[in-house]
C-alpha cells in the first residue's frame, strides 16, 4: 500500500474488519418460525386450516407438537407420517440501477424437501407419552452470483431438525397438561462476495463464506381445557433455542492492499450466537354442529431477540466481539380456519392466517427478505379403514413486496420489492392407529 500513511492504513484496516465483520451478520438467514419463517406447517391435517386450532383440535398424533396437552384426547397408539416440499420463488425486482451493477438475481428461492413424524403412546387411562420429529424453521436464498446485492449476500440457507420427546396428564375430565424437551439441530451456511474496490480498485470480487452446525435444547408446554362437549381451548408456550455457530473464517481472491489490512483475520475462528424466537400460541376449537367445526388462532413470537446476534472473531492477534442489531419487531399471528365433514369417510378443511412483518423497509436485507404474510389453505381427507386415514392439504403462502432500501456504503444502493416472493406447500400424510 505504497503512498498510504499510517492514519490511512488505520482506517482501511478498520473499514476492511467492518466489512468483514457485517457479512457475517447480514447473511445469517431464519429456520421458518412464521412471522418470520418460522412454518406452522406439520405435514399433517393442519396444513388445510392453514394451522388454525393447532393448539387445540388434537385429533391426532401431530398434537405431539403442536400442543402436547391434547394427547390425553387420543385412543390407543396413534402415528402419522409427512411428506411437505415447500416451493419457494423469491425474484427481486430493482427500482433503480445499483451501484455495485449486477442484475437483479434471478429466482433466489428453490425447491425444500420436509417431513414429519409424530407418534403418540397410550401408558395408561389419563398419561400419554409422544414424540415429534421435524422441521419447524428452514428456507434459503440463492442469487445469481454477479447479482446488484452480490455483497449483501449470494447464498444463505439455515436448515434445522427438531426431535420433541413430551409427556402428558388428563388432570380432570375438562383439563390436560403436557410438556417436554426438545433438542434443535441447524445447519448455516452463507456466502457472501468482497468489494475489493474499496482498497484495490480494478482487483475482481473476493469471497466470504461461513458454514457451521449445532444442536441445541429447548423446552415445550401445553394446556388443554374443555369447557363444553365439541369445544376445546389450547394455549402453549415454546421456549427460544439458543445456537452458537463457530467455524474457520474462509476469505479468498482479496486484492494485496485489503489482505495486508485484513491481516491474520482470514482463517481466524467466528462465533455467532443466533437465538431462535419464543413463542406462545392461543388456539380455540369449537364443534358447531355433527359436520361442521370451526377454529382459531393467536400467536406471538419474540422476533426482536433473534435480531440481536451476537458476533466474535478470534484471530491468533486480538479477539472482537460486538452485537449487532438487525432492528426486528415482535411478530403476531392470526388464523381461522373451517372443517366439514362431506360424508363418514371423507372431510374438507380451509383456513386462512395472516402474520405482522418482523422488520421495517429501511432494515430489512435481501438474505432474509421478510415481509407479512398471507397464508390460503385447503385440504381434504379420507377415512381409509377404522386404523388407517390419508390427507393432502395445500398452503398458498403470499410473503409480501418485502420492499429494500440499502442505500450506499462497502455494499452498494439496493433499492426494490420482491416482484415474486411465495411459498407453495403441499402436505401428504397417513394416520394410524392400534
Known amino acids: 500500500m505504497s503512498g498510504v500513511g499510517d492514519l490511512g492504513r488505520r482506517r482501511i484496516a478498520i473499514a476492511a474488519v467492518s466489512l468483514g465483520a457485517w457479512f457475517l451478520v447480514v447473511g445469517v438467514p431464519v429456520d421458518a418460525r412464521a412471522g418470520g419463517l418460522w412454518l406452522f406447517e406439520d405435514a399433517g391435517p393442519t396444513v388445510g386450516t392453514a394451522s388454525a386450532g393447532r393448539a387445540a383440535i388434537a385429533s391426532d398424533a401431530t398434537t405431539a407438537r403442536g400442543n402436547p396437552a391434547g394427547m390425553t384426547r387420543l385412543t390407543g397408539n396413534q402415528m402419522v ?27 433466489a428461492g428453490g425447491v425444500f424437501p420436509t417431513a414429519g413424524f409424530y407418534y403418540v403412546h397410550d401408558v395408561a387411562e389419563d398419561w400419554r407419552v409422544g414424540f415429534a420429529f421435524g422441521s419447524g424453521l428452514g428456507l434459503g436464498v440463492d442469487y445469481n452470483s454477479n447479482w446488484a446485492g452480490r455483497y449483501y449476500v449470494q447464498e444463505a440457507t439455515f436448515a434445522t431438525v427438531s426431535a420433541m420427546p413430551s409427556l402428558a396428564y388428563r388432570v380432570t375430565d375438562w383439563l390436560s397438561i403436557g410438556g417436554g424437551a426438545g433438542v434443535n439441530y441447524a445447519d448455516l451456511h452463507q456466502k457472501a462476495a468482497i468489494n475489493n474496490e474499496v482498497t484495490d480498485p480494478g482487483v475482481p470480487d473476493g469471497q466470504l463464506e461461513v458454514d457451521a452446525d449445532n444442536i441445541a435444547a429447548f423446552a415445550h408446554a401445553g394446556v388443554l381445557v374443555e369447557p363444553r362437549p365439541g369445544t376445546w381451548f389450547g394455549l402453549t408456550y415454546t421456549s427460544k433455542v439458543d445456537h452458537s455457530f463457530e467455524d474457520t473464517l474462509s476469505i479468498s481472491g482479496v486484492g494485496p492492499n485489503l489482505a ?24 380455540a376449537y369449537h364443534q358447531v354442529t355433527a359436520a361442521l367445526a370451526v377454529m382459531a388462532n393467536v ?31 415482535d411478530t403476531w399471528h392470526f388464523a381461522i380456519g373451517a372443517q366439514y365433514q362431506v360424508s363418514p369417510n371423507w372431510k374438507l378443511s380451509t383456513g386462512f392466517a395472516h402474520d405482522t412483518s418482523p422488520v421495517s423497509d429501511g432494515d430489512r436485507t435481501p438474505d432474509l427478505p421478510l415481509d407479512r404474510q398471507l397464508r390460503f389453505s385447503a385440504g381434504t381427507e379420507h377415512v381409509y379403514s377404522d386404523d388407517l386415514d390419508f390427507g393432502l392439504a395445500y398452503t398458498y403462502l403470499d410473503g409480501g413486496d418485502a420492499d429494500i432500501e440499502r442505500i450506499g456504503g462497502f455494499r452498494g444502493t439496493l433499492v426494490g420489492d420482491y416482484e415474486t416472493n411465495e411459498i407453495h406447500i403441499v402436505a401428504a400424510y397417513l394416520n394410524y392407529r392400534w
Open 81 to 107: 407420517v409427512g411428506a411437505q416440499p415447500l416451493i419457494y420463488t423469491a425474484r427481486f425486482d430493482s427500482d433503480q440501477v445499483g451501484t455495485q451493477g449486477g442484475g437483479d438475481g434471478g429466482n
Open 260 to 283: 495486508a489490512a485484513l491481516g491474520d483475520l482470514s482463517g481466524s475462528q467466528v462465533d455467532l450466537d443466533i437465538n431462535l424466537p419464543q413463542q406462545v400460541m392461543f388456539s
Open 299 to 329: 400467536a406471538w413470537q419474540d422476533w426482536s431477540d433473534f435480531g440481536e446476534t451476537n458476533v466474535t472473531l478470534v484471530s491468533s492477534s486480538a479477539t472482537n466481539g460486538f452485537t449487532a442489531d438487525r432492528e426486528f419487531d
